[in-house]
T-cell receptor
Framework: DVKVTQSSRYLVKRTGEKVFLECVQDMDHENMFWYRQDPGLGLRLIYFSYDVKMKEKGDIPEGYSVSREKKERFSLILESASTNQTSMYLC???????????FGEGSRLTVL | GQNIDQPTEMTATEGAIVQINCTYQ??????LFWYQQHAGEAPTFLSYNVLDGLEEKGRFSSFLSRSKGYSYLLLKELQMKDSASYLC???????????FGKGTKLSVIP
């Protein structure tokens, strides 16, 4: 069974803290994505990666960075968390032949 | 850029048929996807259209007209478990990116 695992379901952090969100997939997919989901705004793409050590900016990359050192792992980094980054973060992966996304369960981040 | 519109909310009766529309404007097109998302859960894939026409999969069907920038998701024989948000997403040409609409929250009532 396909699996995308996000390290934390719920996190509470303080403004200015550095935050790491980890995502691991076991499907050998080349493509991995980070989205955030907010009420009334839907899913918005932050960053994506189509290969190890490769990354591309999505629609809202400001305030975020990513790391892809291994094919199965894609990390989202908030260098200095701010309250407007309180959100649900969803990781996804997809094989190269299709655009079908397989999502993780999500990480709900609250920044106080 | 890409602009995707779908209704915010819809209500339908158990056993009925409901059609959820999605219109899009895009500078490049690489297919249209529909996802289902139950409250508190991750989105799951429902359907994919890259050519014009109707794709049927059990109780769910999806239609695409590329010339009109229009798609719909048709749900037949509605069940209570179909209460969820339905997300329309457009694939960007030459890329693996999907851009999502804001989603349509469907409530199925007895």
């Amino acid at each position: 069974d396909v699996k995308v695992t996000q390290s934390s379901r719920y996190l509470v952090k303080r403004t200015g803290e550095k935050v790491f969100l980890e995502c691991v997939q076991d499907m050998d997919h080349e493509n991995m994505f980070w989205y955030r989901q907010d009420p009334g705004l839907g899913l918005r793409l932050i960053y994506f990666s189509y290969d190890v050590k490769m990354k591309e900016k999505g629609d809202i990359p400001e305030g975020y960075s990513v790391s892809r050192e291994k094919k199965e792992r894609f990390s989202l980094i908030l260098e200095s968390a701010s309250t407007n980054q309180t959100s649900m973060y969803l990781c996804a992966s997809s094989p190269p032949a299709t655009g079908e996304l397989f999502f993780g369960e999500g990480s709900r981040l609250t920044v106080l | 850029g890409q602009n995707i519109d779908q209704p915010t909310e819809m209500t339908a009766t158990e056993g009925a048929i409901v059609q959820i529309n999605c219109t899009y404007q895009t500078s490049g097109f690489n297919g249209l996807f529909w996802y289902q998302q139950h409250a508190g859960e991750a989105p799951t894939f429902l359907s994919y259209n890259v050519l014009d026409g109707l794709e049927e999969k059990g109780r769910f069907s999806s239609f695409l007209s590329r010339s009109k920038g229009y798609s719909y998701l048709l749900l037949k024989e509605l069940q209570m478990k179909d209460s969820a948000s339905y997300l329309c997403a457009v694939g960007k040409a030459g890329s693996y990116q999907l851009t999502f609409g804001k989603g349509t929250k469907l409530s199925v009532i007895p």
